[in-house]
């Protein structure tokens, strides 16, 4: 069987297998880039891809700069207050046009000033009256959809995608009562990870390993025992991770939350490149973004609940975050190693409760590339 078969055949098993009898993938799955290839066009190249949270730009003028599919990228929020992504490429001659976080009332190029306005037309071209071809209005930078959803800003490279919100109402309705949308970020760190981003986007969202891997870090936290599977939808998956009811919890978040809720943290994932643990006092995301088959870029941050928060709480949830993180990169890593070598032969999955959604992700995956794994692959 050629590798693509095998992986063809895998997935739809994936597909067809229920909690109690999956199995862990084949290497082709982390480790061929032919897969990656398929991945990056229809998958990051498509998809509703999060980049970050909408207070990263908070006022008009304010632009960051990112990257996706390779492709120079800048948020701005418009003079209307509303965020647009736009090509990070000038339309004289492509020089990139704003590295990082920056503000200003244009979007001004680097290499001549051409200048742009925050609807990204063009506002002036020095010196260029006498050209007889150029008009203004044929230079605006080219733009892509946008969507806010819980706070966090959503992009897509696709030409008319349909709209994030209503896949993932059924995501809202068990995260609502968080209100994500009022956190504010106090963290955030971008950071490469030595293993695939499909391993990463696993490791995440499943509570097998909390108690083994994190025995100091997340076990007193949210052990293993209190993780329980609940149903996935066709842009997301989760699972609940019960707070250790010995837990001294700092704030209590929004009061719209029940007990069970407040006992609660929702880590759901919006694949393929959001995943996230949402808290009543803070929760933490990661935006994901494969580079290669083993080197994926990782923007993670922390976002906190309400006012009360001193200097000396949050570092204490970001050191958790960062030892947990940790100590997952290093484990992820190794994983890598494991799966390239010639002895590696895919295992059973732990229950519903524990590894279920790593089968809810395969199936995601699955629903998306077997069928172009059949006409591509
Ligand atoms: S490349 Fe931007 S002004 Fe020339
Ligand atoms: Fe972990």
Not at 34 to 41: G, M, R, T
Not at 90 to 116: D, F, T
Not at 268 to 288: K, Q, R
Request: aromatic share 10%; charged share 25%.
């Amino acid at each position: 069987m050629s590798v693509f078969s095998d992986l063809r055949a895998a997935l739809k098993s994936s597909e067809n297998l229920g909690y109690d009898s999956a199995w862990a993938m084949p290497r082709a799955f982390y480790a061929d880039p032919d897969v990656l290839a398929l991945e990056k066009k229809h998958l990051f190249g498509s998809e509703w891809i999060c980049i970050g949270r909408a207070e990263e730009v908070p006022e008009i003028g304010d632009s960051m700069a990112f990257t996706l599919c390779d492709e120079p990228l800048v948020a701005v929020r418009g003079d209307d207050r509303k965020i647009r992504v736009f090509a990070n490429v000038c339309r004289h001659r492509g020089a990139i046009l704003v590295e990082g976080k920056s503000r200003g009332k244009r979007i001004v190029c680097p290499y001549h000033h051409w200048s742009y306005n925050l609807d990204g037309t063009l506002a002036g071209a020095p010196r260029m009256e006498a050209h007889g071809g150029f008009q203004k209005d044929d230079c605006k930078l080219p733009e892509y959809w946008t969507e806010e959803w819980c706070g966090f800003l959503f992009t897509s490279l696709a030409a008319d995608p349909p709209p994030l919100g209503p896949k993932l109402e059924p995501l809202k309705a068990l995260i609502g009562n968080y209100h994500m949308e009022e956190m504010k970020l106090r963290y955030l760190a971008d950071e490469i990870w030595h293993t695939n981003w499909k391993s990463l986007i696993e490791n995440f969202m499943e509570g097998y390993h909390l108690s083994p891997l994190h025995k100091t870090t997340l076990h007193p936290v949210n052990p293993t025992r209190l993780c329980s599977h609940f149903p996935a939808g066709d842009s997301y998956f989760g699972y609940n991770a019960g707070y250790s009811p010995d837990l001294p919890r700092s704030q209590k978040g929004h009061p719209d939350l029940s007990d069970a809720e407040a006992d609660n943290c929702v880590m759901f994932a919006v694949p393929p490149g959001l995943i996230s643990g949402c808290g009543g006092d803070y929760s933490s995301f990661i935006c994901v973004q494969p580079e290669t088959v083993d080197r994926v870029r990782a923007k993670l941050g922390l976002i906190f609940y309400g006012e009360g928060w001193s200097e000396e709480a949050v570092d204490k949830a970001v050191t958790l975050f960062n030892d947990t993180m940790s100590e997952d990169k290093t484990v992820l890593a190794t994983l890598m190693k494991g799966i390239n070598a010639k002895s590696y032969v895919p295992g059973p999955l732990a229950p519903a409760d524990f590894e279920g959604n790593v089968l809810d992700f395969y199936r995601y995956v699955s629903r998306r590339l077997s069928p172009v794994l059949e006409t591509e692959g």
